[in-house]
């Protein structure tokens, strides 16, 4: 059983991870939370905060997502994640869990910020998740006394923490009226970029991302657009090895890249790379033999999941 008493600056060891207070007024208190006046007084941390140094975004979205929702959250997290990007999210279901998977299997830490205390895994079928974080040398956050369960008004006020830790906030998928949109509302409120992947115009769970592309957040249409923004070079990633997982040549890994689950034509892979059509035309043909994308239409590619 798990002790439930914690000193402010003190550590106690606790049997998945230790758990510290953390005041505003310590040293070790996020320096970026502390220019906006609605932070929590404490914080509640077992395991490590997001390193300072590096880029951090929020893969945040629905609970009830689609597989299209589930593979685009792993696959941007992941990405983000090879490129030396902290991931963040709110460990709930769907969404949230995949931009943990995603930044795991990229070899990152990645940081949960909790609706409950930070000794009360939330949902509890999220348990090897949340011990899988601690265990990669990430970290769970909470402004929650320890032993609070989840309770609904946490859920919104948990957000701000979120987008205040972050440089960058991710919407991949959502209703109108979603928990996300306030994530992102506290994004643009403390001058945070915003993105969102766009869907279907008749999903309803693409409904809160095109109101957030249609009021000025970015189009996510590749991870690599959101790393160029965040001042990550992709050439010197796919040039020192940190992305191109897949050990293709440089010209092969650059197509490979634009393409998703959404069929894309070879002009746009030419507008996307500069390469030449000819030059288009030959990665295209070598990653279908590979058996990496596939043709979804005359003349019109797709990743084949």
Known sequence: MERTDVKNNHTEEYSTGQIRCIEKSDPEYPQIMKQYSSMPAKLYVKGRLPDPKRRTVAVIGARMCSPYGRMQAFRYAKALSVAGVQIISGMALG?????????????????????????????????????????????????????????????PARNRIISALSDAVLVVEAKENSGSLITA????????????????????????????????????????????????SMEKVTQNGEKNNLGLARDLNMVYSCLDLRPKNPDYIVRKTGFSPAQVSNCLVELTLRGLIRESGRHYYVKDS
Request: proline content about 6%; overall charge negative; charged content about 20%.
């Open 95 to 155: 969404i949230d869990s995949e931009g943990h998977k995603g930044a795991l299997e990229g070899k990152m830490p990645t940081f949960a910020v909790l609706g409950s205390g930070v000794d009360v895994c939330y949902p509890k079928s999220n348990r090897k998740l949340y011990e899988r974080i601690l265990w990669e040398n990430g970290g769970i956050i909470s402004e929650c006394p320890l032993g609070s369960g989840p309770v609904s008004w946490h859920f």
């Open 185 to 232: 509302g506290f994004a643009l409120e403390q001058g945070k970029m915003v993105y969102a992947i766009p869907g279907a115009v008749t999903d309803e769970l693409s409904r809160g991302c095109h109101k957030l592309i249609y009021d000025g957040a970015g189009i996510a249409y590749c991870p690599e657009i959101m790393l160029e923004e965040l001042g990550i």
